[in-house]
């Protein structure tokens, strides 16, 4: 997942609020998504997300089948540098005029989106697509809960546990341990992502700041991916498919969602960006035979559900404050 031209910043969880990237900014490159914007334009935006989302986990899908070719530390390290060529050459961003608190960002927003692919696709080497996003979903939406301090939003993140028991099947040796773990730890990575993608958002204009951490991200893995797959980065088959993975896990996917935020309420983003655990589990079983008991099912439906509820809630509860506020 991991993912970007998007919300000027970068790909974001369920956390919506000051700090989220998926708070329109007037003005910006997500400006214009008020209900105005919306009027004969609801599905348009709606569909540009979607396709984003099939994109992303489709895109990780075929990730899974390079990685006997490359590794898993390979396969980041494709992405990661080839999205980030794509994405320098096609911003071509300044770097003249910065000060160090924006390099300070730029370098906390590349090592979370490092770390962040890295775990994750140490977890998708290991246990099914679907679990590991299930399992990553988890780290924005405790973000959620977390800074909204509402008590109704604990009731979501007790609806989220029960998913993860149920898909633990009371124990996550059935998942493999390390695969299990590597993919919470993306979760934490992932909330820490979208503080400072909104941060770099703040800072850089359009997606400067992207491509720069997407830049730094890239260094970080490259030494990683040489030591696992050596010279076998360098096999043309590999490179292609390693550019498909780039394009469809992050230069296609973000552009679609950056074009959807123009017109797209933040809320609605963010619920439709829970669908991503069932979209990964479609993905598994098309191209990986990963098929799902029923209970694996139930599981991922809980975790979508206590996303989408933890975003209403405080979508609710901030539509109050404002009401307030005006009266």
Not at 169 to 181: E, I, Q, S, V, Y
Request: aromatic letters at 6%; hydrophobic letters at 55%; one cysteine or more.
């Amino acid at each position: 997942m991991d993912i970007s031209p998007v919300k000027e910043a970068g790909p974001v969880g369920t956390a919506v609020g000051p700090e989220s990237p998926a708070a329109p900014v007037g003005g910006g490159a997500q400006g214009g998504g008020g209900p105005k914007g919306l009027a004969g334009h609801r599905f348009g935006p709606v569909a540009l997300v979607v396709t984003g989302g099939l994109s992303v986990q489709f895109g990780s899908a075929l990730a899974v089948l390079l990685m006997p070719r490359a590794g898993a530390l390979g396969v980041v390290t494709l992405r990661l540098v080839l999205a980030a060529a794509v994405l320098l050459i096609v911003c071509r961003p300044k770097v003249r005029g910065y000060g160090r608190a924006d390099w300070g960002t730029i370098v906390a927003f590349g090592a979370a989106m490092a770390g962040m692919n890295i775990l994750f696709y140490q977890a998708a080497d290991r246990i099914p697509l679907g679990a590991a996003v299930t399992l990553e979903v988890l780290g924005p939406l405790i973000l959620s809960v977390v800074a909204s301090r509402r008590l109704m939003n604990l009731l979501w993140a007790g609806l989220a546990l029960g998913g993860v028991v149920l898909l633990s099947g009371g124990g996550f040796d059935r998942l493999d341990p390390l695969g299990a773990a590597f993919a919470l730890a993306a979760g934490a990575m992932w909330a820490t992502y979208i503080v400072f993608s909104a941060r770099t958002g703040r800072r850089f204009p359009q997606a400067d700041g992207l491509a720069l951490a997407m830049a730094f991200g890239a260094v970080l893995s490259l030494p990683l991916g040489i030591a696992e797959a050596g010279d076998k980065l360098l096999v043309p088959s590999t490179i292609g498919l390693g550019l498909a993975v780039a394009l469809m896990s992050s230069v296609l996917p973000y552009t679609l969602e950056l074009l959807a935020l123009r017109r797209l309420p933040a809320p609605t983003f963010a619920i439709l960006m829970s669908l991503e655990p069932a979209i990964a589990a479609t993905a598994g079983f098309l191209i990986l035979s990963q098929a799902l008991s029923l209970t694996d099912a139930l599981a991922i439906a809980l975790v979508i559900a206590a996303s989408m509820g933890a975003v209403r809630t405080q979508v609710r509860a901030a539509a109050r404050e404002r009401g307030r506020v005006a009266g």
